[in-house]
T-cell receptor, first 113, second 118 residues
Framework: AQKVTQAQTEISVVEKEDVTLDCVYE???????LFWYKQPPSGELVFLIR??????QNEISGRYSWNFQKSTSSFNFTITASQVVDSAVYFC??????????FGGGTRLMVKP | DAGVIQSPRHEVTEMGQEVTLRCKPI?????LFWYRQTMMRGLELLIY????????DSGMPEDRFSAKMPNASFSTLKIQPSEPRDSAVYFC????????????????FGPGTRLTVL
């Protein structure tokens, strides 16, 4: 069975600090997909990124970057120069066979001005 | 393009009452998912449909919960009778195998229905 662990339940930073959200997954499948979602205070779930198991290239999108390391089963998410608007709960998720996503418990990020 | 639409956005009801949550997936998406989010259990998949057919309902907590998808543009999640422990945010999501390539599709979530059972 798949399992996603986000060990950091809550992180608090001051604006402009860099912050990394950790995600560790467990799977026996060789083909799988990893995702990050953002849930701002308004409550909706916003898709941020997907990565497949064959693509270990890191990705950067503006202030966001993702580090996928298959050797450590990790898919970490870094926000550079954090802003108050980044305050949200961030979920890491895994999908292998079938359609079902397995979500981690989420990390609540609070960015203070 | 309209996203996933859910109604109502908020529902307050009394224990024992029937509750029906509604979802309209993104047009063209052929998979639909119902999730429940609580502080204690996080995000849980309740059931998902592929081409209107229920594929996996192992996450449905008990017989009081039922879900239907009579056509490609509409799904309901019904709780009868409702109990206080059903209080949660219920999300509907949809996806298509073609968005992002086969097997890589992300799920697009609706805004959720916040259910409170008194």
């Amino acid at each position: 069975a798949q399992k996603v662990t986000q060990a950091q339940t809550e992180i608090s930073v001051v604006e402009k600090e860099d912050v990394t959200l950790d995600c560790v997954y467990e799977t026996r499948d060789t083909t799988y997909y990893l995702f990050w979602y953002k849930q701002p205070p308004s409550g909706e779930l916003v898709f941020l990124i997907r990565r497949n198991s064959f693509d270990e290239q890191n990705e950067i999108s503006g202030r966001y970057s993702w580090n996928f390391q298959k050797s450590t089963s990790s898919f970490n998410f870094t926000i550079t120069a954090s802003q108050v608007v980044d305050s949200a709960v961030y979920f890491c998720a895994h999908r292998s066979a079938g359609n079902m996503l397995t979500f981690g418990g989420g990390t609540r990020l609070m960015v203070k001005p | 393009d309209a996203g996933v639409i859910q109604s109502p956005r908020h529902e307050v009801t009394e224990m024992g009452q029937e509750v029906t949550l509604r979802c309209k997936p993104i047009s063209g998406h052929n998979s639909l998912f119902w999730y429940r989010q609580t502080m204690m259990r996080g995000l849980e998949l309740l059931i998902y449909f592929n081409n209107n057919v229920p594929i996996d309902d192992s996450g449905m907590p008990e017989d009081r919960f039922s879900a239907k998808m009579p056509n490609a543009s509409f799904s309901t999640l019904k709780i009868q009778p409702s109990e206080p422990r059903d209080s949660a945010v219920y999300f509907c999501a949809s996806s298509s195998p073609t968005s992002g390539g086969p097997g890589m599709y992300e799920q697009f979530f609706g805004p959720g229905t916040r259910l409170t059972v008194l």
